[in-house]
């Protein structure tokens, strides 16, 4: 174990498994959702509120120079296997951008918090030519919520007192319209209409009134 181990005292900041090496900025994002709803008179109205997944914005680093690209490039040296020096900011953004790229939500260690279910939405890498030799991160992660389903299985229909509303949806085939009686003054003729006076035909039925 290194030197630096026994002497930092707040756990690691880390995207999954990836330790960060320097975290020069961390923005923490969150947001409670109101619903508003206008009404007639005065102020909108608030029925209800939720959490919204939490946001972190990240800037972080890695060097080529750290003591772990160091202890890289030693064990590559004596057993022939492991990254080099000058690979080991390259081997950092592979992992970062297979993490990104698996979709599959991972925890997040910051110096204020630890987060669960993030995924990395961007990735935006800044390099010149004094910097071909560090790699500099700004992430941007968000939490996503995840919610389990359940199948099951309905009563038969014979069972249920309105299985027209509750029961599955069936197929029963491809249905034929059906023609309908014409509204009065069509080519069906109007019944008469007997009133108090006598009886009324419509136009339709004897072409006058």
């Known amino acids: 174990m290194a030197l630096l181990d026994f002497l930092q005292i707040s756990p690691k900041s880390s995207i999954g498994d990836i330790e960060i090496m320097a975290s020069l900025e961390e923005i923490y994002n969150d947001t ?8 007639e008179q005065g102020a909108d109205i608030t029925d209800h509120s939720f959490k919204r997944p939490a946001e972190v914005l990240l800037r972080c680093g890695w060097s080529n120079s750290s003591f772990k690209a160091l202890s890289g490039a030693a064990e590559a040296l ?48 800044d390099r010149d030519s004094k910097t071909s030799n560090i790699l500099m991160v700004t992430a941007t992660c968000k939490q996503v919520i995840i919610v389990n389903t359940q199948a099951t299985t309905l009563p038969p229909r014979e069972q249920q007192a309105q299985p027209e509303k509750t029961a599955e949806v069936q197929n029963t085939g491809v249905k034929q319209t059906k023609p309908r009686t014409p509204s009065p003054g069509g080519a069906v003729p109007p019944k008469p209409i007997v009133g108090g006076g006598g009886t009324f035909r419509g136009k339709g039925a004897s072409g006058g009134w």
């Not at 900011?89 to 993030?118: I, K």
Request: charged share 10%.
């Open 78 to 125: 004596f057993s022939g296997g492991g990254l080099t020096a000058a690979d080991y900011v390259g081997g950092v953004y592979s992992q970062l951008l297979a993490l990104q790229q698996s979709r599959a939500p991972f925890n997040m260690t910051t110096n204020a918090r630890q987060y669960e279910n993030m995924l990395i939405q961007s990735l935006r890498v």
């Open 32 to 39: 409670l959702q109101t619903t508003d709803h206008p009404i």
